[in-house]
């Protein structure tokens, strides 16, 4: 009899010590009233014009779902040190979440405003993650899908951007997107987005500056089509450094420049893909998915 007695302890002690704290916390229940926010996640960019992009995106989150607390972070350390050497301090997502769990948020949907889910967007979601389910910290945490995510999306996205190409080009001109493009198999968005851009419009290409298709592709295909005049476009969130100089500016190796030397005329629209609502709305119909799950 107190074999089995003793036998029976020595079970409810193992059992005690394998369940881990939170959750034997969590049975007492956690009586912190629900407050829910967003934190907003871009890879960020120095250059101030690109802040209309930005100040687009939270305008039409807090249309959409109003009274919400909205928080930022980027995820560019090289900026983010950047813009701390002119006294503008912007967090990293760990440190917006820490900071939103001392405010004693308890639910949060993490938006990323990344085009692909890339290396950026992987790197985010790994530390991201960390946070759900700490003792008295964020009980839950969601995070959005970016631009580019589903197959929908890439249909939904082709489109948009035939929308917004300047109307007063005409169609036999030519629209050149540049994308920024990853080191992570997510760069084959890219590739997809090109092709159902073709079936739109065979004059408009896609390219990357780190990643595929690139510049000399695409230089191949406007000789092949013997397009002499082309519309140049980031396709990224913000007209920031990469549009105003890998793509438009001066130098030699900027596509402007490659392509002016092969006898096309370039001209650039500086516009990020979130000055247009129509990409917005993606982003934020994926931010309204999951903070439709935070219940």
């Not at 704290?21 to 956690?30: R, T, V, Y």
């Not at 928080?71 to 900026?79: G, N, V």
């Not at 589903?150 to 997107?177: M, N, W, Y």
């Amino acid at each position: 009899m107190r074999t089995k007695t003793a036998f029976k302890l020595l079970v409810l002690l193992a059992l005690i010590f394998l369940v881990p704290l939170p959750a034997l916390l969590a049975a007492h229940g956690d009586k912190r009233p629900m407050k829910k926010g967003i934190l907003l996640v871009a890879f960020g960019s120095t250059v101030p014009e690109a802040q209309v992009s930005f100040d687009n995106i939270e305008r039409s989150v807090k249309k959409s779902l109003p009274g919400v607390p909205v928080y930022w972070a980027y995820t560019s350390r090289i900026i983010i040190k950047k813009m701390a050497k002119e006294g503008k301090h912007v967090a990293t997502p760990a440190e917006a979440l820490a900071k939103m769990m001392r405010e004693n948020f308890t639910h949060v949907v993490v938006q990323s405003l990344h085009t692909v889910p890339g290396a950026e967007f992987h790197g985010m979601l790994k530390n991201v993650h960390k946070f759900g389910g700490m003792d008295k910290g964020i009980k839950k945490v969601l995070v959005g899908y970016p631009l580019m995510a589903t197959s929908e999306d890439v249909q939904r996205v082709a489109e948009a951007i035939i929308k917004v190409i300047p109307r007063e080009r005409k169609k036999k001109e030519g629209v050149v997107l540049m994308g920024h493009g990853t080191h992570h198999p997510a760069d084959v968005y890219y590739a997809a987005l090109a092709y159902h851009l073709q079936k739109l419009d065979p004059n408009v290409f896609v390219g990357t500056v780190e990643g595929w298709p690139e510049i000399d592709d695409i230089k191949a295909d406007l000789e092949k089509r013997r397009i002499k005049r082309v519309y140049l476009m980031p396709f990224m969130s913000v007209a920031g450094d990469h549009a105003r100089n890998d793509m438009a500016g001066p130098e030699q190796d900027s596509w402007k420049s490659i392509l002016e030397q092969e006898g096309i005329q370039c001209l650039p629209v500086l516009k990020g893909t979130a000055e247009f609502q129509e990409f917005v709305d993606i982003w934020v119909d994926h931010l309204k998915s999951a903070f439709s799950h935070l219940d």
